[in-house]
């Protein structure tokens, strides 16, 4: 019989929720099978078996969050194997065994007037209500009869739920700002019989917006976790510049005639994904981070891609878009975007980012600025693509134009080269021919 | 303060301590003409004369025996033995001989002997000549075993090994003898049984001797790097060994992590981790973890020796996995 564990999946992954269990309890399971969907901080994975046997027990439901080593489930040798430390019926049957167990032997080898201890028999009864014993570590356990606390209460955090001493000393500090409004002085209102009465306890505010709680995944979690990282830490400055795009929209359009016998197709955005990789070659200090006080400047160009998918956005990485020739980034775009919707993205599609361009031009916003995607340095948020008058040797003409604002973290990369860069960007999506040569 | 290297701590101590008292008195193979495989008696035999300094035949056993019968009559023999390896073949005289005649008759006679010996892997030296098999001795009483880790260490345990009036075996390195560091330019005798905390620290306790012990010094500046801040206990004795000092840590940190250059199984380690639940069971937050060598003979080929032998990498994981066992998220 052996456990299966919640596994790390990523490399910033700490818990994880079983999304759905493939194998049912019962179910014979050869290694390799998947056993169940995981859905980790970054995406949904399939969880497979390493061994032959029969799932005989889901420890963890479908929906449930639970940190990493925690046993999610058991697979045993046999359909009918009883988990060790399922509790209920199994423990019980387990707890009573050796009441019914033979003990011929043991009779045997003593005298007949000597009984045998009755021990075990007297035991057994007591098992079943003791429950099985959470896991703690001794000096969780100490700590915890010190503090007073309920260490079956706690729930812990080390390897398989194992109760360790943040985790009592949480509980410790969490019970003390339970405890310290209730205990703070009332200000006396009025004197006389009105104070004497017992007031019924009122909530502090009502609730004028009738809320409720809606149940987020981990993914919604590590968005809300990062994004404010970016904004607390990363000191944003923003340059704006609108591009003339005829050129640009010109260009898409003999690229996609040329490709039409392919079904490959090059959208707008492919071709900035494509033009910020060529630029960004000329302006390294663009593709870098700061990190822990330090600077990293990239050497290989990975321009990640914001997706909007139900549970939130993701940033699924081009690797070397500077490398990739443009079908391959329009192809290669489309396949990521998809595995976002389905929640299939695997950590290395989003691992790696040295750069990221959100779009929000298909929902017509004329421009806007984004949360740089931590670690990386910078973010091209692109407006949509529209016809504007524009004043053009003297004469006011209408011309496509699109809006695009670079948010920057100043921590690594100054005004000036910031705005080099936009420059740059500009002048190669005004002259596309050079986003591919 | 003089930086020197270990090699130079020890040969200085032997001179001074053979300057200091007449009975001491040098023996092993290769020590005199050929001034030692690892030359720690350079310059002794010039010095003293080959009454002092004693070149042996290839017969442990012989020599090894002899020099506990010079310590029963008054004597103090500092023996080398020119690999802990070879010390298999004088087992019986340092086991049934020198750990045992003081008790076995009485106290009528000590055996003031050390036998200094290197351990340690590393040097492509093959399975035979790779061990470290401190732990035969460590394991019987009437043994003193001790294993500095320092140039300033080993001189103050040497000399404490040579005015002990019990048979000491002074464990060497291979991999120390070339180290430097600071040594005090005093007479300073260490306390044999006493470990020293190398460096305090709050989130885990390391723990180790002789190589282990700089390498646990090492592990604990990469951590600090990472914010971490390890305690290093050197044991520097492990016969006797010094619980007190180990479980005080483990008390403070919650956590410890165990390097030993041995095997782990029935290892130096599984002694001090047993030592460490019974002292601070109350104490811990996660398992006491061990780092030791592969339970292998150690392999010749440089590669899979280097695969074999602990290091500060292997290390390094253990301690994340140990603080991420209670809850810090690191590595």
């Given at each position: 019989m052996?456990?299966i564990?919640m ?8 818990e994880?929720?079983i999304?759905s ?6 179910d014979?399971?050869?290694a ?5 969907e995981i859905?980790t901080?970054?995406a949904v994975?399939e969880y ?6 029969y799932l ?6 479908e929906g449930e969050?639970v940190p990493i080593g ?7 040798d046999s359909?009918d ?13 387990q ?6 167990a033979?003990?011929p032997e ?8 000597e009984?045998p201890p ?7 009864p007591a098992?079943p ?9 001794p000096?969780?356990r ?6 007073g606390?309920?260490?079956t209460?706690?729930?812990g955090s ?10 009592v000393e ?21 004197p ?8 019924p306890p009122?909530?502090?505010?009502e609730?004028l ?9 981990n993914?919604?979690?590590v968005?809300?976790r ?11 400055f923003y ?5 003339d795009?005829e050129?640009?929209?010109?260009f898409?359009a ?22 910020v990789?060529?630029?960004?070659r ?5 593709n ?12 290989r160009i990975?321009?990640g891609?914001?997706?909007a998918?139900?549970?939130?956005l993701v940033v699924?990485?081009?690797?070397d878009?500077?490398?990739?020739p443009?079908?391959?980034v329009?192809q ?12 299939k993205l695997s950590p290395?599609?989003?691992s790696?980012g040295t ?5 929000l031009g298909m929902f017509?916003v004329?421009?806007f600025a984004a949360?740089i995607?931590?670690?990386?340095a ?6 949509a693509m ?5 004043v053009?040797?003297g004469?006011?003409?209408?011309r496509?134009?699109?809006a ?15 705005a080099?860069?936009?420059k740059d960007l500009?002048?190669?999506l005004?002259s596309?021919?050079?986003?591919v040569? | 303060?003089?930086?020197?290297t ?10 001074a301590?053979?300057?200091?008292d007449?009975?001491?008195?040098l023996m092993g193979?290769e020590?005199?003409?050929?001034e030692?495989s690892?030359k ?9 004369g ?11 056993e012989?020599f090894?025996?002899?020099a ?6 008054g004597?103090?023999p500092?023996?080398?033995v020119?690999t ?5 073949l ?9 750990a045992?005649i003081?008790?076995?008759?009485g ?6 002997m050390v036998i200094?010996?290197p351990?340690?892997g590393?040097q492509?030296?093959g ?10 001795y ?12 320092t140039?300033a ?12 009036d019990?048979?000491v ?15 005090p ?6 306390e ?8 305090e620290?709050t ?5 180790g001797?002789?190589r282990?012990?700089?390498?646990a010094?090492q592990v ?9 801040s390890?305690?290093v ?8 060994l ?6 005080n840590?483990?008390k ?6 165990i390097?030993?250059d041995?095997?782990l199984t029935?290892?130096?380690g599984a002694e001090?981790?047993a030592?460490i639940?019974?002292g601070?069971?109350?104490?811990l ?5 061990r780092?030791?060598m592969a339970?292998?003979p150690m392999p ?7 695969a074999?032998?602990?290091s ?8 994340h ?11």
């Amino acid at each position: 019989m052996s456990e299966i564990y919640m596994p790390r999946l990523s490399d910033t992954m700490e818990e994880g929720v079983i999304s759905s269990w493939v194998k049912q309890v019962g179910d014979k399971v050869s290694a390799g099978d998947v056993l169940v969907e995981i859905e980790t901080d970054k995406a949904v994975m399939e969880y497979e078996a390493y061994e032959d046997g029969y799932l005989v027990q889901q420890t963890v439901g479908e929906g449930e969050t639970v940190p990493i080593g925690a046993v999610i489930g058991v697979i045993a040798d046999s359909p009918d194997a009883v988990p060790a430390d399922s509790g209920g019926a199994g423990a019980a049957e387990q707890a009573a065994a050796p009441e019914q167990a033979p003990q011929p032997e043991v009779e045997e080898v003593r005298p007949a007037e000597e009984a045998p201890p009755t021990v075990p028999a007297q035991a057994a009864p007591a098992e079943p209500e003791r429950g099985p014993r959470p896991l703690s570590s001794p000096l969780a356990r100490r700590l915890a009869r010190e503090y007073g606390l309920d260490i079956t209460q706690i729930k812990g955090s080390g390897p398989k739920g194992r109760v360790v001493r943040a985790d009592v000393e949480a509980a410790a500090k969490q019970r003390e700002q339970e405890k310290a409004p209730a205990a703070a002085p009332q200000p006396a209102p009025v004197p006389a019989p009105a104070a004497a009465r017992p007031q019924p306890p009122q909530p502090e505010f009502e609730d004028l917006r009738d809320s409720e709680e809606v149940p987020v995944g981990n993914i919604r979690k590590v968005i809300a976790r990062r994004l404010t990282q970016a904004k607390q830490e990363a000191p944003h400055f923003y340059l704006r510049r609108t591009v003339d795009a005829e050129a640009l929209k010109e260009f898409r359009a003999q690229i996609n005639e040329q490709l039409a016998p392919t079904g490959v197709k090059v959208s707008v955005n492919d071709l900035i994904v494509k033009a910020v990789a060529t630029v960004l070659r000329d302006h390294p200090a663009v593709n870098s981070s700061w990190v822990d006080d330090k600077l990293l400047k990239h050497n290989r160009i990975n321009v990640g891609i914001a997706v909007a998918v139900e549970t939130g956005l993701v940033v699924p990485v081009l690797h070397d878009t500077d490398k990739l020739p443009l079908s391959e980034v329009a192809q290669r775009s489309r396949a990521l975007a998809e595995k976002a919707r389905d929640g299939k993205l695997s950590p290395r599609d989003m691992s790696g980012g040295t750069f990221s361009v959100s779009n929000l031009g298909m929902f017509g916003v004329d421009s806007f600025a984004a949360v740089i995607n931590p670690p990386e340095a910078a973010i091209l948020a692109v407006g949509a693509m529209r016809q504007e008058p524009v004043v053009r040797d003297g004469e006011i003409v209408a011309r496509h134009t699109i809006a695009l604002e670079l948010s920057v973290d100043h921590r690594a990369v100054d005004g000036a080269v910031g705005a080099a860069f936009l420059k740059d960007l500009a002048e190669v999506l005004e002259s596309p021919m050079r986003i591919v040569l | 303060m003089p930086v020197i290297t270990y090699r130079q701590a020890l040969r200085d101590t032997l001179r001074a301590e053979m300057h200091r008292d007449e009975n001491v008195f040098l023996m092993g193979e290769e020590i005199g003409v050929f001034e030692g495989s690892y030359k720690i008696t350079e310059g002794l035999l010039k010095e003293f004369g080959e009454r002092r300094v004693r070149d042996t035949p290839i017969a442990e056993e012989g020599f090894v025996g002899a020099a506990v019968g010079a310590a029963m009559l008054g004597l103090r023999p500092v023996v080398e033995v020119m690999t802990i390896n070879f010390s298999l073949l004088a087992l019986d005289q340092i086991v049934n001989h020198a750990a045992k005649i003081y008790g076995m008759f009485g106290g009528q006679n000590s055996v003031p002997m050390v036998i200094r010996t290197p351990g340690g892997g590393g040097q492509q030296l093959g399975a035979t000549h790779s061990q470290n098999i401190e732990l035969y001795y460590a394991f019987v009483p009437g043994l003193k075993v001790v294993a500095p880790s320092t140039p300033a260490d080993a001189a103050a345990l040497l000399r404490a090994a040579i005015r002990d009036d019990d048979p000491v075996l002074f464990l060497e390195n291979l991999g120390l003898y070339n180290t430097k560091g600071e040594v005090p330019d005093d007479d300073s005798v260490a306390e044999i049984g006493r470990a020293a905390v190398t460096r305090e620290g709050t989130d885990i306790t390391l723990i180790g001797y002789s190589r282990m012990a700089m390498v646990a010094n090492q592990v604990a500046d990469r951590l600090a790097d990472e914010g971490i801040s390890a305690e290093v206990v050197d044991l520097r004795s492990l016969r006797p060994l010094d619980r007190e000092t180990i479980v005080n840590s483990v008390k403070k940190t919650g956590c410890a992590v165990i390097a030993e250059d041995d095997w782990l199984t029935y290892g130096i380690g599984a002694e001090i981790a047993a030592s460490i639940q019974e002292g601070a069971f109350d104490y811990l937050d996660a398992p006491v973890r061990r780092v030791a060598m592969a339970e292998v003979p150690m392999p010749y080929a440089k590669p899979l020796e280097t695969a074999a032998l602990p290091s500060a990498e292997s290390i390094t994981t253990v301690v994340h996995e140990t603080l991420n066992a209670v809850g810090r998220r690191v590595g």
